[in-house]
């Protein structure tokens, strides 16, 4: 019954749930200047996490032939048969649907309307996507960015300015994060057959494109303290973290492989630096050149 209910659990790619939480947790956050709406915060956090936690049971029944050839996923309960895929259908469909209700009665239709985008964008563009062209990462990155904006939207009740920069801000990050990636794990890529940039680019083209997505991601945070969606306490945090991230790409390691697992290390330390730019920015959002909703 535990290995049972382990793999049910394994099945929805629990570190994905937890990673694009944080994300969700942070956009929230950041539109909670003016107050922090609690039943909306709880909401879109448990709604999102159910709604990721469906579409990547999706996807991994999607991807069982191409997890079959890679050492890391073979493993899977989608690839052992552990979970009949009758089984996984409907449970998909339980999450899915718990997931909207909860939206529905705490947050809106617009964030519901997101989430949706997300879901689909996810399960059948980027699943197919990844198997025919290099740019799947910037396909994935959308609704990999767009649980931020939800959190924002939940809290904030609309499209604003401070919704998309929130978007664009995990949008650019996730770009160098999943391209480190790419590199690092390149062999098990070129095993499953998969055209990510890392296996089949040289690896000084991955690092120009690594590098771009950085500049962009820090001009997004200035664009985040000039708009006053951030406070300059918050956004000093931010590009400090950025300064850091940029400062691991320029220096040496030793192997294609080490450099790119220390970039993606700092990029894991910039989602801790986010949450707590966040919770910041509900401290010192009313100081000069902070920001109010």
Sequence with gaps: MRERLRAYYQVTKPGIVRGNAVHTLAGALFASAGGVLWKEMIGVLVGTSLVIASACVANNYMDRGIDARMKRTKKRPSVTGQIPFRNAMAYLVFLLAVGLVVLY??????????????????????????RT???????????????????????????????????????????????????????????????????????????????????????????????????????????????????????????ESKWALAVFLASLVLTV?????????????????????
Excluded: C
Excluded at 153 to 164: E, H, N, T, Y
């Design 105 to 130: 009665l705490t947050t809106s239709l617009l964030v519901i309307s997101i989430g949706l985008i997300a879901y689909l964008l996810y399960v059948f563009v980027y699943g197919l996507a990844k």
């Design 133 to 255: 062209t290099i740019h799947s990462t910037v396909i994935g990155a959308v609704p990999g960015a767009l649980p931020a904006m939800a959190g924002y939207v939940a809290i904030d009740g609309q499209l604003s300015v401070g919704a998309w920069l929130i978007f664009l801000l995990v949008f650019t990050w996730q770009m160098p994060h999943f391209y480190a990636i790419s590199v690092f794990r390149r062999s098990e890529y070129k095993e499953a057959g998969l055209p990510v940039l890392g296996a089949v680019k040289p690896f000084a083209t991955v690092k120009n494109y690594i590098m771009a997505y950085m500049l962009v991601y820090a001009l997004t945070i200035a664009l985040l303290i000039t708009s006053r969606t951030v406070s300059a306490a918050a956004g000093l945090l931010l590009l400090g973290g950025a300064a850091y991230w940029v400062s691991v790409y320029y220096n040496k390691k030793e192997g």
């Design 273 to 293: 630096l986010l949450v707590i730019a966040a919770v910041l920015n509900l401290f010192t959002a009313d100081l000069p050149y902070g920001t109010m909703k």
